[in-house]
């Protein structure tokens, strides 16, 4: 049986009666501390980097490599899902979570093989990054084309 | 004695040209000779962590039990499950004349597999977490239309093996919503013959099945929500059809509502004029206190478990004369969801008897 719009619209209602709200300020809050906790973490290694005398261009790229290994390894040792449990998007939008989700469909997916399991469903969580990635790229290439902005320094 | 238990319990007396004995009522199957004679069940570390801990038949080391992947942990289970009925029954493969048993994996491989194994005829069964309670109703049909002396009933589930499937690697960070449901690991088995004798856990005398449902939920951290309306059609269908009192349940189960769709359902039953008590298997599997399960447990071991673990033993133990498990199942597949449909849900229920009365 199909409910039809009001008899979904009134059950609607009910369910906003019995449907614990998300705890936003909670949620919030710990994702400012532990995603913080994580850009401090990468900026102590920046001005590590930085100290040793790369460039600054280089010192980035060695940071980003840094945190890809942190988020890695503690994917691999079954932790960075326990962060991000009470991180949220603290845990999940820095570099390192995006290294998480590539680790974890490779670890996940090697039951099923290096080739179809690991080769094949590791960017299966982001592949959208990869793909809408490269292409707003492309477009902002385009549009430096088009109007002829010459490229930055 | 209670009034209230002959409204189901016993059967009008049998003029010489007999009429057929009452076979249905409204939408609900009505048994006479179909009985629970064993029960058995294997957890998961974390149901083995929970409230039920002392009553499970055996509660797993781990999340693979030895197996090489999450998919064969999960057929591991209930061959457990069902080892352990047939040592607790005292029998053999032979004893049973088919297995009706379904799990949560795409092309239920998890029973499936599991089957090569147990030497006896299968029948795979999908109905999502609404499993157990439509594989004891057919079973329980089977058996009291003399077509099968004694059939074996099971469901199993692995929360990484669903996990996995349905949403994502076992290792991916993300954060779940408050009604978010953990889905159970582990499987329960019963045994459901005919003329059972002193043999009988408890009766099963009714059976109503569900109606599909959709009211249009389609988010999956909701379940609860997507599931009660159909928990509410059924339950609502079974009180009509029998004539019966809230009052004349000890216990009356949803499968795994949990603590969003708990309210929801009783809210809506409300509704149409029936007051039940719910008690719900997703709730009672796990403590909230110390185990971080958001709204409770879902899966189609859920019922199964606490089914095989609580509720039958109870009313052998004679804590309650009647008890009804109502399962839930929620039936869209990752496919439906990315889709963008709604989900929707159906629930079996099943109407236990103590053996002994009086």
């Known amino acids: 049986m199909r409910a039809d719009r009001g008899q979904r619209a009134a059950y609607a209602r009910l369910l906003k009666k019995h449907t614990p709200a998300v705890p936003v300020i909670r949620n919030a809050l710990m994702a400012f501390l532990i995603g913080g906790s994580i850009c401090a973490v990468a900026q102590i290694f920046m001005n590590f980097f930085t100290r040793h005398g790369l460039t600054p261009e280089r010192a980035g790229a060695m940071t980003s490599v840094t945190v890809v290994f942190i988020g890695a390894a503690l994917t691999a040792l079954g932790l960075y899902d326990e962060i991000v449990r009470v991180a949220g998007m603290g845990g999940s939008l820095p570099i390192s979570g995006f290294s998480n989700s590539v680790v974890s469909p490779a670890m996940e997916f090697r039951r099923e093989g290096w080739v179809l399991g690991v080769g094949a469903r590791m960017f299966g969580v982001a592949g959208p990054v990869v793909t809408f990635g490269l292409l707003a790229s492309m477009l902002v290439g385009a549009v430096y084309l088009l109007f002829r902005i010459p490229l930055p320094k | 004695m209670h009034d209230a238990d002959a409204a189901i319990a016993a059967p009008p007396p049998m003029p010489a040209t007999a009429p057929p004995m009452e076979r249905r009522r409204g939408r609900t199957i009505l048994f006479q000779d179909a009985w629970i004679t064993g029960a058995a069940s294997v957890a998961g570390p974390t149901e083995g ?36 009925l047939c040592e607790q029954m005292g029998l053999g493969h032979g004893d049973f004349d088919l297995l009706l048993a379904g799990d949560l994996l795409n ?67 993300n954060q779940r919503p408050p009604s978010a449901q953990w889905t159970a690991t582990g499987a329960g088995a019963v045994a459901i013959e005919a003329a059972a004798g002193q043999r009988a856990w408890a009766r099963i005398a009714a059976f109503t099945p569900g109606r599909v449902m959709d009211y249009g939920i389609q988010d999956p951290f909701n379940m609860g929500a997507a599931m009660a309306p159909a928990a509410a059609d059924t339950l609502a ?3 009509a059809d029998l004539g019966l009192h809230p009052g004349d349940y000890g216990a009356v189960y949803t499968g795994d509502l949990a603590r969003v769709g708990v309210p929801v359902c009783e809210d809506m039953l409300r509704a149409r004029g029936t007051d039940l008590c719910l008690r719900d298997c997703g709730v009672e599997l796990y403590d909230p206190r110390h185990q971080d399960v958001h709204a409770g447990g879902s899966g189609a071991a859920c019922c199964a478990l606490v089914c095989t673990a ?13 008890a009804l498990l109502c399962s839930t199942g929620a ?16 629930a079996h229920a099943v109407t236990f008897e103590a053996a002994n009365r009086g």
């Open chain 2, 107 to 173: 092309q239920t491989v998890a029973t499936a597999f599991a089957a090569r194994d147990v030497d006896v005829p299968f029948c795979g069964l999908y109905n999502a977490c609404a499993t157990f309670a439509e594989a004891m109703g057919l079973a329980a049909a089977l058996c009291d239309g003399g077509y099968c002396r004694r059939v074996a009933v099971a469901t199993s589930s692995h929360h990484d093996a669903a996990e996995r499937q349905y949403r994502f690697p076992t290792e991916f960070g």
């Open chain 2, 237 to 239: 269908a079974h009180v």
């Open chain 2, 331 to 346: 039936l869209h597949s990752t496919t439906t969801y990315q889709q963008g449909e709604s989900i929707p849900a159906v």
């Open chain 2, 49 to 84: 962590r929970g409230p039920l801990r002392d009553r499970f038949d055996e509660v797993a080391e781990d999340h693979l039990l030895g197996q090489k992947s999450w998919e064969s942990a999960e057929s591991e289970l209930l061959r457990r499950a069902f080892a352990h």
């Open chain 2, 310 to 322: 609580r509720i039958l033993p109870d009313l052998r133990a004679g804590a309650y004369h009647r």
